[in-house]
């Protein structure tokens, strides 16, 4: 358990914790971000596998045992299980038995549509072979984004359960429920997962520059409803900058819709982008 500078009664909580399971080994740090918390948890965990549950969410009681059974299973060096997001107490989770074994491209290919086992870093078991010298980015704001691919890409087979055993809990004022100009960290990592993917995955390149243009056009969007943050255009500059080093063209958007591949090819140049995420933002897409 990390306890990253809390001001509040989780230090004692976690120590109280520690001293009732000998199981669990408590850090006190000065408060770094989430990212240092869990590079912090990293150094020194023993285990030969690894997993992350931040702090506000909370996971099946027979998450890990049911996972662990298909890696051992599967041969995987990752296991990951399904998600629910829970926003108040009426929910009902699959709890189905499905399971599905997936290569790293096949894998990162997901995390790029946004499906099954997705970027974030928290509904998996990971190996801690394949994360030897593999960090999360301190001071980065949506983390996953820098880390979650380059796992992946170390697993030679990943198997993912449908059952929903990871309870993702959504409150509007925390830091991903809120508007905060470092959700702009997120264009970097997901930058830097398409130049990746276009040396070694160069199949799943037109998708990877799709994921951009998207995040390119929905941080430009938040700040255009935001405007205060930004009055003297810098980050929509900054966004513009971005997205004219990508450009989309006819063979990227041949698989989408006429509407969303339109989209991305105006946004293609920086008054395009403004124009677009206008009218996005009227049109509440």
């Known amino acids: 358990m990390v306890d990253d500078g809390s001001p509040d009664n989780c230090p004692c909580i976690c120590d109280n914790w520690g001293k009732k399971d000998k199981r669990i080994r408590v850090v006190h740090k000065k408060n770094g971000g989430l990212s240092d918390a ?4 990293m150094r020194i965990a023993s285990g ?20 662990m059974e298909k890696i051992f299973l599967t041969k995987s060096q990752i296991g ?4 629910i997001e829970v926003t108040s107490s009426n929910f009902v989770p699959d709890l189905s038995q499905d399971y599905i074994v997936l290569d790293s491209e096949k ?5 790029i549509d946004d499906v099954g086992v997705k970027t974030v870093a928290w509904n998996k078991v990971y190996n801690r072979s394949i994360l030897e010298g593999l960090l999360f980015p301190k001071g980065k704001l949506h983390e996953d984004e820098f880390f979650t691919y380059r796992a992946i890409d170390r697993a030679e087979k990943i198997v993912y359960l449908q059952r929903q055993c990871y309870y993702y809990y959504q409150r509007k004022e925390s830091i991903m429920g809120s508007f905060n100009i470092r ?24 998708k990877a520059k799709l994921s951009f243009s998207s995040c ?3 941080q430009y969007q938040e700040l255009l409803n935001h405007i205060e943050v930004d009055s003297k255009s ?4 900054k966004i513009k ?6 450009v989309v063209c006819k063979d990227d958007v041949k698989d989408i819709d006429k509407k969303s591949a339109i989209f991305h090819r105006v946004s293609n140049s920086p008054f395009g982008l403004d124009f677009i995420c206008r009218i996005k933002n009227i049109l509440h897409s």
């Open 234 to 237: 810098l980050y929509r500059n």
């Open 48 to 67: 030969e596998y690894i997993a992350f549950v931040d702090s506000d969410d909370w996971i099946d009681l027979e998450t890990y045992s049911l996972v």
């Open 241 to 246: 900058q971005l997205r004219r080093s990508v």
């Open 38 to 41: 869990r590079n912090a948890g």
């Open 183 to 206: 959700h702009l960290d997120m264009l970097d990592g997901v930058k830097g997962r398409m130049e990746f993917v276009e040396k070694k995955y160069p199949s799943l390149y037109s």
């Open 80 to 83: 990951v299980f399904n998600i």
């Open 107 to 111: 894998a990162i290919e997901n995390t």
């Open 216 to 218: 390119c056009m929905f």
